[in-house]
C-alpha cells in the first residue's frame, strides 16, 4: 500500500504563508489522485485541493481557491500544498490522501474530494494560524 508522509506545517501568522510536504513512498501506477485534507478541531476531515499524478490537473474548493496551490514532482514522488493569506480558519491537522484508478476515477476523486474514495492516508501535520 501506498505511504504519504507529510512535514512542514507550523505556526503561522494571519496573512503569512507556508508549504506543506507529501511524500510519497513510489506512485507504482499510471494514476492517482492525490489531495490535501483538513481537520479542524470537533469537525470532519474535508477536502480543500487535488492533483492528478498524471496529468498534473488541479482541483480546488471555493475555500481554498485563490489561496492555496497545490503542486507535484513526480521524479520526488511529492505532492506540495503551497498556502498563501491564510487566516486563522485555516487551522487544523492537514492530510494528503491518495486514491489510485483510471483517468476517470481520478477525476471523479478530485471533483468531488470525497474522504471514503481515498484509500491512503498520511499521519497529518499541524497548521495554527493565530497571531
Known amino acids: 500500500q501506498l505511504q504519504l508522509v507529510e512535514s512542514g506545517g507550523g505556526l503561522v501568522q494571519p496573512g503569512g504563508s507556508l508549504r506543506l510536504s507529501c511524500a510519497a513512498s513510489?506512485?507504482?501506477?499510471?494514476?492517482?489522485?492525490i489531495g490535501w485534507f483538513r481537520q479542524a478541531p470537533g469537525k470532519e476531515r474535508e477536502g480543500g485541493s487535488c492533483i492528478s499524478s498524471n496529468d498534473g490537473s488541479t482541483y480546488y474548493t471555493n475555500s481554498v481557491k485563490g489561496r492555496f496551490t497545490i503542486s507535484r514532482d513526480n521524479a520526488k514522488n511529492s505532492v506540495f500544498l503551497q498556502m498563501n493569506s491564510v487566516n486563522p480558519e485555516d487551522t487544523g491537522v492537514y492530510y494528503c490522501?491518495?486514491?489510485?484508478?483510471?483517468?476517470?476515477?481520478?477525476?471523479?476523486?478530485?471533483?468531488?474530494?470525497?474522504?471514503?474514495?481515498?484509500?491512503?492516508w498520511g499521519q497529518g501535520t499541524q497548521v495554527t494560524v493565530s497571531s
Open positions: 490522501a491518495a486514491a489510485p484508478g483510471t483517468a476517470v476515477q481520478v477525476h471523479r476523486a478530485c471533483t468531488y474530494l470525497a474522504t471514503r474514495d481515498f484509500g491512503s
Open positions: 513510489e506512485f507504482t501506477l499510471d494514476y492517482y489522485a
